[in-house]
């Protein structure tokens, strides 16, 4: 969605909200006292609304989006908006009995608020589909890149770009196409000269730097967009970044977005204030469990294990004893199954639960590990894992997590080590706070995060 667009939908979001407190209040007679009282709540929604929609996906809709994103954005932002009105509402008590109210407006709102999405997503994605609002564009450049740059555009008309012209020095496959063909590149200026186009895209290796310094000089002259497709644009991935050393630009063909000081910040932040929490209410159930585990089986209660973390650097990684006591040299190189004869009754329920990890908060609050993050692996398996999985080792550049994006969708216990590791590169590429919040409300509550714990 475009970034106008954005901002109507983000609007209108609150128009619902506003409206569905506002009726629902109304209709249920909700004295005076209580109605200035949801004006205050309603300052709130807006603020707590922004901070959602900026760290989310939730305004970020158009013809490529899909049914399934749209309803799982929407769904955990209204459900993160509803967690904290509600907690703020019951901590507050500013409501008294018409508490209830207020799950009503939301849960009504998130309806409201989900069909605008789905109505909006079809009728851009239909009327691109039959031709409207197309971009016209002008291709100039050569090879395989072209080739393949023409077929995507030919074969998905929801991108909502005709091609109106095709410059080139190879005729190669020109052939079939409807837009007009030139042979000779220096033709350019003419046609864009004489015909409209919104944007320009320049393709493949240009051997005369001149030209395409010329071809940018006319796209700015002509006051037209453009944007440069190199041939080694498959090194690039997709969310790429132009980075500088010194005054020298520089593309990195990974975007980090944990490499920005600010981002390192907010999830340090964000990491030692919810350790310190859960550590607090979670003491008890240590005592609980550290008990359990003594009585069960001989051996320690704490179990540490050296395990590789960020930029490949060793950390002592703290969880509760779930198996029997045994030789360094076996837990640190035989891998867990179900079955794993090692794992006592109390430590498979503790597995199982993850109870398991709740010690790792200790190592997130001295900075070793992360609330969310790729699960850490033991130097063994790194060693053996690398070898057989190239990029193995690039889970590496973000610091390790209790939970990561893989054991929320059940990659984890003896599953596919290749799709972990998608998982994980996908969260070193993509990660924001929205991210980590989502991350870990699927831990809990997706079906998927429990079904392969063993």
């Given at each position: 969605m475009e970034y106008g667009n954005s901002r109507i939908l983000f609007i209108l979001d609150l128009l619902i909200i506003f409206l569905f407190f506002f009726a629902i209040f109304r209709l249920n007679n909700a004295p005076s006292g209580i109605l200035i009282k949801h004006n205050i709540i309603m300052i709130i929604i807006v603020i707590l609304w922004f901070l959602i929609c900026v760290n989310s996906d939730v305004l970020r809709i158009n013809s490529l989006s899909n049914i399934i994103k749209i309803f799982k954005d929407t769904l955990i932002a209204y459900s993160v908006l509803s967690s904290l009105v509600i907690s703020i509402v019951l901590f507050v008590n500013i409501f008294g009995s018409y508490d209830k109210l207020i799950i009503y407006s939301l849960f009504f709102s998130f309806l409201l608020s989900l069909t605008t999405r789905l109505v909006y997503f079809l009728i851009a994605k239909y009327l691109h589909i039959y031709g409207c609002y197309q971009k016209s564009v002008l291709i100039i450049g050569n090879g395989q890149v072209k080739d393949q740059l023409i077929n995507k555009f030919m074969s998905s008309p929801e991108l909502g770009i005709h091609i109106s012209c095709i410059l080139t020095d190879d005729d190669h496959n020109l052939c079939a196409l409807s837009p007009s063909n030139v042979d000779q590149i220096d033709q350019y200026y003419s046609y864009m000269s004489n015909y409209?186009?919104?944007?320009?895209?320049?393709?493949?290796?240009?051997?005369?730097?001149?030209?395409?310094?010329?071809?940018?000089?006319?796209?700015?002259?002509?006051?037209?967009?453009?944007?440069?497709?190199p041939d080694y644009f498959e090194l690039i991935k997709q969310w790429t970044i132009i980075n500088s050393i010194g005054n020298l630009p520089v593309i990195a063909v990974r975007n980090e977005p944990l490499n920005i000081l600010g981002n390192r910040i907010i999830k340090r932040s964000f990491d030692i204030l919810v350790s310190i929490l859960c550590l607090i209410v979670f003491s008890p159930l240590f005592l609980i469990i550290s008990i359990a585990i003594k009585l069960s089986s001989p051996g320690p209660i704490l179990f540490f294990q050296e395990?590789?973390?960020?930029?490949?650097?060793?950390?002592?990684?703290?969880?509760?004893?779930?198996?029997?006591?045994?030789?360094?040299?076996?837990?640190?190189?035989?891998?867990?199954?179900?079955?794993?004869?090692?794992?006592?009754?109390?430590?498979?329920?503790?597995r199982k639960t993850n109870l398991d990890e709740l010690p790792q908060l200790w190592n997130v609050l001295v900075g070793d590990m992360s609330i969310v993050g790729p699960r850490p692996e033991r130097e063994y398996f790194v060693e053996k894992f690398s070898q057989e999985i190239p990029n193995y080792r690039v889970r590496h550049l973000v610091k390790s997590g209790i939970t990561g994006l893989a054991q929320a969708n059940g990659w984890?216990?003896?599953?596919?080590?290749?799709?972990?590791?998608?998982?994980?590169?996908?969260?070193?590429?993509?990660?924001?706070?929205?991210?980590?919040?989502?991350?870990?409300?699927?831990?809990?509550?997706?079906?998927?995060?429990?079904?392969?714990?063993?």
């Open positions: 409209h186009f919104d944007e320009v895209f320049i393709v493949g290796q240009f051997n005369d730097t001149n030209t395409l310094q010329y071809v940018i000089k006319l796209c700015e002259l002509k006051g037209i967009r453009f944007y440069i497709f395990r590789i973390g960020n930029n490949n650097v060793k950390f002592t990684l703290c969880k509760f004893r779930s198996m029997l006591d045994q030789p360094l040299h076996d837990s640190d190189t035989i891998w867990t199954t179900s079955s794993d004869s090692r794992i006592t009754p109390i430590g498979r329920i503790l984890r216990g003896n599953t596919s080590i290749k799709k972990r590791i998608e998982c994980d590169i996908y969260y070193l590429e993509h990660w924001s706070l929205w991210l980590d919040l989502k991350i870990i409300l699927l831990t809990f509550f997706s079906k998927d995060a429990w079904k392969n714990a063993i």
